[in-house]
């Protein structure tokens, strides 16, 4: 078995940002297993099955990747899966804090995981699910930031809930 690593996250949804450290790290690794979480500390938009599912689309073209849900400590399930390393990516300084503290608490919880970093690309670095969520439900085009399947999904998405608020 080569060198794989776990790139963990709520993914909701998944975005270029996304796509675009997951291509790059195929370039270090030999595999990429895509680890959404069940039980994200968000509120999330979209179900699990959802995320799993327009992960998987938006990634169908890359080969060595892997998009599958975990439950529980996410050290825990990267032990499961004979991983050491848990990939995470770095837009901007506003992000290391919470990077910070989840790399550092991973660590105390199983020394043998470690946390690599790698930059967002500069086309992306402003790419968060966040804003992406929050454009597509004023009606604003996120169109080169996420995949078609992405764009399709929040669009009805938020359609669904303006009917929903107007009845
Ligand atoms: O994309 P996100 O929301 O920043 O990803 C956060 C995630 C899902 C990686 C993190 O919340 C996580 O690992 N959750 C699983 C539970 C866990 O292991 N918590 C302890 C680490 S802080």
Known sequence: MGKIAVYPGSFDPIT?????????ALECFDGVIVAIAT????NTLFTVEERVEMARLGLREKPDVVVESFQGLLVDYVAR?????????????????????????NKSLNENVETLFMMA?????FVS?????????????????VPECVER???????????????
């Open 153 to 167: 999904k929040l669009k009805e998405r938020f359609e669904a809930m303006r009917k929903k608020s107007q009845r």
């Open 39 to 42: 039980d994200s500390q968000k």
């Open 129 to 145: 699910s966040r804003t992406i969520k929050e454009v597509a439900s004023l009606n604003g085009s996120v169109k080169g930031l």
């Open 16 to 24: 270029f940002g996304h796509i675009d450290i997951v291509g790059r």
């Open 121 to 125: 690309s500069k086309d992306f670095c």
């Open 81 to 105: 899966t004979k991983a050491t390393v848990i990939l995470r990516g770095l837009r901007a300084t506003s992000d290391f804090d919470y990077e910070f503290h989840m790399a550092s608490t």
